[in-house]
């Protein structure tokens, strides 16, 4: 059973730095795509970033672009999300994802991602 565990999240200010850790157990996940999306309130769930777990090629959303950093470390199974300049508009709660792709296309919605973590809640303060 894959398990995917958010967490790193929390109150920062404008400016701060936070770095989110996503910890997946319950299979190997050569082939995988390992996304983070993030849903405000009142607003649907957007994708953010995602990397290949195999090779470790990564693809953002622009607006995140220069400011946040997708990796992974697989010998703890883990992939992370590091958030700098951090924006009030950056306030959500964020989620980790998984999808089986053994292509070279990525894909932004969250309806390609089979598993999903509980979500991390990040707020920054203006």
């Known amino acids: 059973q894959v398990q995917l565990v958010e967490s790193g999240g929390g109150l920062v200010q404008a400016g701060d730095s936070l770095r989110l850790s996503c910890a997946a157990s319950g299979r190997t996940f050569s082939g995988y795509d390992m996304g983070w999306f993030r849903q405000a309130p009142g607003k649907e769930r957007e994708f953010v970033a995602a990397i290949k777990w195999t090779g470790g090629s990564t693809y953002y959303v622009d607006f995140v672009k220069g400011r946040f950093t997708i990796s992974r470390d697989k010998p703890k199974n883990t992939v992370y999300l590091q958030m700098n300049s951090l924006e009030s508009a950056d306030t959500a709660v964020y989620y980790c994802?998984?999808?089986?792709?053994?292509?070279?296309?990525?894909?932004?919605?969250?309806?390609?991602?089979?598993?999903w973590g509980q979500g991390t809640q990040v707020t920054v303060s203006s």
């Open positions: 994802a998984a999808r089986l792709n053994y292509g070279s296309t990525w894909s932004s919605s969250s309806y390609a991602y089979t598993y």
